[in-house]
């Protein structure tokens, strides 16, 4: 289990097929202590707060370049934006059309 620490967030960017309904099945019940959704699961968490949740989709799904998707979601500095886009490229993945953030891990 993760747990909270001061100014930092946990970051899911990537490539889904999912579609807004998919999705929110996939975030159903994450406010529920403990629950069985399966996105506290991913974030290995027992508990979302939706008021520090944000998801971004790209129109369509369409596959960008990891710094393009960073920018394009708007990560509050652009800081951010290459420590995310730097990291996805250490693990392998140079494109993405969908960027998870939680700010209360």
């Not at 289990?1 to 929110?24: Q, R």
């Not at 652009?78 to 209360?104: D, H, M, P, Q, S």
């Amino acid at each position: 289990m993760m747990t909270e620490k001061e100014d930092v967030i946990s970051v899911w960017l990537g490539s889904t097929d999912k579609s807004v309904a998919d999705f929110n099945k996939y975030t159903k019940n994450m406010e529920v202590a403990n629950g069985d959704s399966p996105i506290l699961r991913d974030f290995k968490v027992g508990f979302i707060d939706s008021d520090m949740f944000g998801a971004f989709g790209t129109f369509r799904n369409k596959l960008l370049p990891v710094d393009e998707l960073c920018k394009e979601v708007g990560c509050n500095s652009v800081k951010t934006e290459r420590a995310i886009a730097a990291a996805c490229l250490r693990n392998g993945v140079e494109f993405g059309n969908a960027l998870y953030y939680y700010g209360g891990a």
